[in-house]
Structures are given as C-alpha cells and as structure tokens.
C-alpha cells in the first residue's frame, strides 16, 4: 500500500457526464486514484433545481464532495466546461487544491466568439459556421439548434473520430446547457480571468490551435492571466477540443509527469 494523488475529473458539458474521460484516464491509475464527477444537474448526478446550475453552485460541489469523502489537496482536472468549473472552485477556495489541469476550457464566457465562429466554418463549412453564429452570438439555445448541433458542429470537435459508441452512452441533460447558456444565463456572462492571478496552486494549461469550441486563444489568455511561476503551457498542432482525443501520445505523458511532480516532496 501507498499513498498516491487523488485526480478529480471534471466533465465538459454542462449537461454532459463524466463518460468521455473512459478509457483514457485508467492509463494513469497507477500514479493517482482516478475519481470521476457528474456535475450537479450533470450526468448520472441528481438535478436539483434549475436555480442552483451556477459556477458557484458548481464550485462548492467540488469542495463538498472532497469533504465528504475526506480528499485532501486534490489534482483538479477540468476539460471545457469542467475547467470552468475548476477555475471557480480554485478562486474560491485557494488553498484546497494540490494542482489544476485546465484543458480547452475559458474564463471568460463571450471571449473570442468571431474566432469560434471561424473556426467552425472553417472546419466544417457555411453550415457549422451559421450554427455557431445562432448558438453563440445569437443566443439561440432552442431543441432545433442544440439537436442541429449534436448532428453538424459536435463532430468537429476533434481531428480524430470518436470511438463507436463513444457518443452514445453519454447521459445529457439537455435542460442544463439550454439553461445556463441561454440569453441573460450565467454561461454567457462569467468573467475569472482577473481572478486567476489569486490561484497559489501548480497549473497545467493544454489546449488544441484547431479547437473550434474554445479557441486556443481563450488557453493562451488563462495561461497569461496566471502566476509565471506556477503555470506550465501546452498547445498542439492538428488538435481540437479536449487535447488528449488527438494527441494522447503527447498529452497522456504530459499529464502522468505532472501529477508525479505534485506528489514529489517539496525542495523548499
């Protein structure tokens, strides 16, 4: 028996589960006890009431479940949504976390929308360019739209196809994304990136130059907006969302060094 890092994994979304994350992350469990999350409304997780899917909510989930499963100086990672979520509990609880990953995720919710809508078109043509314009610029969080999107945008995601059946056994909440992106939601108007210079812990940020979803602009801003001193910066060619569908032969190894590092005796 020894001790080794708890890696909390923080799923994309909202409305998603934590599903994406299998099987990748099992190539770590032998550096780190791999714990997954569904967000509150999330996934497999209960619903609550609408009013209570908000990052700060969402924040305090993170530190209330490390609570209770008494999870000391946990290594957060957070994909897209889930880095959302992350920066926000690293703001608001300074001191409880070992380290952060932050992976193709933003700080700021309406940053760099013409480049996402470029993206999309320039990846998927006049149609996934149109689709992204209603969705992020118009606001437009309609069945039609979100439905259009799983079938046309959601595909363009990453440069490497996903598996058979990857997407299928997904559990969304679709109310969850309609609600916190809709006009006037929370999910259009959060701005952290003046509070990441507060966060004190190790921060790892790896995002994809060909991210259509979050452009790698958005990586390039929380990387900058943190302490020198505690971030380490990763962006891939020929990648997309979520860096490690693309890219797990560079990523994978990355992300094992790092938590390695966390769980090294401090030299100072």
Known sequence: MREAPTLLLLHGGPGADHSIYRPAFSALSDVAQIIYLDHRGN????????????????????????????????IVYGASFGGVVAMAYATRYLAHPQALVLVSTTAQATSHTAAKVAMFGRLGGPEAAELAHRRFVSGDTSPEVLGAWLKVAVPLYTQTAAQPGEMERILMNRDATAWFNRVGGKGRAFDMLAELSRVQCPTLVLGGQLDPMLPIACQRDIAHALMPSLVTYREFERCGHGVIPDVPDQAIPLLREFVIQQSRPSTQ
């Open 43 to 74: 996934g497999r997780s209960d619903s609550g009431s609408k009013e209570s899917w908000t990052l700060g909510q969402w924040a305090d989930d993170v530190k209330a479940f490390c609570d209770a499963l008494d999870i000391q100086k946990p």
